[in-house]
């Protein structure tokens, strides 16, 4: 349990020094936030306060599973605050300070802020853009030695699944988007993870031009001939989870004699996802410098990609760093950054083709841990 230590006693450093008090993080069912599994390891559906001095205050809805799974100094009930949050919050520091500055989060809702201010008299509450919530984001994008053997697991096990739908295409197993779905839920839970990381986007040939279909699946074919008997294309993106932390990739699927055009956007895409894994095997690059070598590789062919190259993974599964053209992405990729680089393109009567893999920033550049790939089948 000492990287929750670890990462509360980073926090608390930056808190001393922006004169914070205590920090409340919360988790409920309409205000999700990965921080209070990133900072305890307690999964879901609790509040957390931090004080500077790294005391710790968890109040799950779970006692039972806090008290099995979570770390830190003091758990107590959330009955005992009538399963209220103001109420929590108000009781906890109360018994601890005599006033001070107490930070939310900055997506904390207007609302409850004047809530907790009315009742939370002789304190400052903080609520602002650029503060705990985006340092605990910063916190995040850099995983620690933990993170990263947890994500080398995860990384090996995504290869496995991946194997596991090529071999679906190739023997016929897979023949609709469901088949799909379905094998990357109970593959991901049979190979040792949580489960899916999100919702699996698989998309055939008749709705591969969407960048995210809707619905994210259905009934309807995969990985076969379009439906007048042309080259199809169609698109499976997922990932899985393993304690808690995600990974996302994307496999096309060519199946049968490919148009012109289909011919040019596989071919592109594989080019470009070529050109992103070198530019980020540069030490120091930025996520926006990677994303601008995509980009020119498309406009020199007359194509443009209609979103960004990639983002990062973590206990979100879209999270720090990005990459995309664009100033706010123009910093270096650090060492035990992780993130995507997802090249794709789509065309309403053509289809789409996308690849996703997933890299580890290391001192000698990125590092993939995935392979997906495109699959050309007859």
């Given at each position: 349990m000492n990287v929750y230590k670890n990462r509360i006693n980073t926090l608390c450093s930056w808190m001393q020094a922006e004169n914070i008090d205590a920090v409340v993080i919360e988790d409920a069912e309409n205000r999700r936030s990965q921080n209070l599994r990133y900072?305890?390891?307690?999964?879901?559906?609790?509040?957390?306060?931090?004080?500077?001095?790294?005391?710790?205050?968890?109040?799950?809805?779970?006692?039972?599973?806090?008290?099995?799974?979570?770390?830190?100094?003091?758990i107590?009930?959330?009955?005992?605050?009538?399963?209220?949050?103001?109420?929590?919050?108000?009781?906890v520091c109360a018994e601890k300070l005599r006033g001070g500055r107490i930070e939310l989060a900055s997506s904390t809702p207007h609302v409850l802020y004047n809530e907790l201010a009315a009742e939370m008299k002789g304190f400052e509450l903080v609520c602002r853009p650029e503060g705990m919530s985006t340092k605990?984001?910063?916190?995040?994008?850099?995983?620690?030695?933990?993170?990263?053997?947890?994500?080398?697991?995860?990384?090996?096990?995504?290869?496995?699944?991946?194997?596991?739908?090529?071999?679906?295409?190739?023997?016929?197993?897979?023949?609709?988007?469901?088949?799909?779905?379905?094998?990357?839920?109970?593959?991901?839970?049979?190979?040792?993870?949580?489960?899916?990381?999100?919702?699996?986007?698989?998309?055939?040939?008749?709705?591969?031009?969407?960048?995210?279909?809707?619905?994210?699946?259905?009934?309807?074919?995969?990985?076969?001939?379009?439906?007048?008997?042309?080259?199809?294309?169609s698109i499976i993106d997922c990932g899985l989870k393993l304690e808690g932390y995600a990974t996302d990739i994307t496999m096309s699927v060519c199946r049968g004699q490919l148009s012109e055009k289909q011919q040019q956007m596989v071919e592109l895409v594989a080019q470009a996802h070529a050109v992103g894994a070198k530019a980020a095997l540069k030490y120091g690059v930025s996520g926006a410098e990677i994303a601008r070598a995509v980009d020119k590789h498309f406009e020199a062919a007359g194509w443009t990609m209609p979103h960004g190259l990639g983002h990062g993974i973590g206990l979100d599964v879209h999270e720090a760093p990005g990459l995309k053209d664009h100033e706010l992405f123009d910093k270096p990729l650090l060492p035990g950054m992780y993130f995507t680089i997802e090249p794709g393109l789509y065309d309403v009567e053509a289809g789409g083709v996308r690849l996703e893999n997933d890299y580890l920033m290391t001192d000698a550049g990125a590092k993939a841990i995935t392979s997906s790939r495109i699959l050309m089948l007859p």
């Open positions: 900072l305890t390891g307690m999964d879901s559906d609790a509040v957390l306060i931090i004080f500077a001095d790294s005391t710790s205050v968890l109040i799950p809805w779970d006692i039972i599973l806090a008290e099995k799974t979570a770390a830190a100094d003091r107590i009930a959330y009955g005992e605050f009538n399963r209220n949050m103001v109420e929590a919050v108000k009781g605990l984001l910063d916190m995040r994008a850099v995983k620690d030695e933990t993170e990263i053997e947890i994500y080398s697991r995860a990384g090996a096990m995504t290869n496995k699944l991946i194997d596991a739908l090529e071999a679906g295409f190739r023997d016929g197993t897979i023949k609709t988007e469901i088949d799909a779905a379905m094998m990357v839920e109970t593959e991901s839970r049979r190979l040792g993870a949580e489960g899916s990381s999100f919702e699996t986007l698989a998309a055939g040939p008749s709705r591969s031009w969407g960048i995210h279909c809707i619905p994210f699946y259905g009934a309807g074919p995969i990985g076969c001939h379009a439906a007048d008997g042309s080259g199809g294309l």
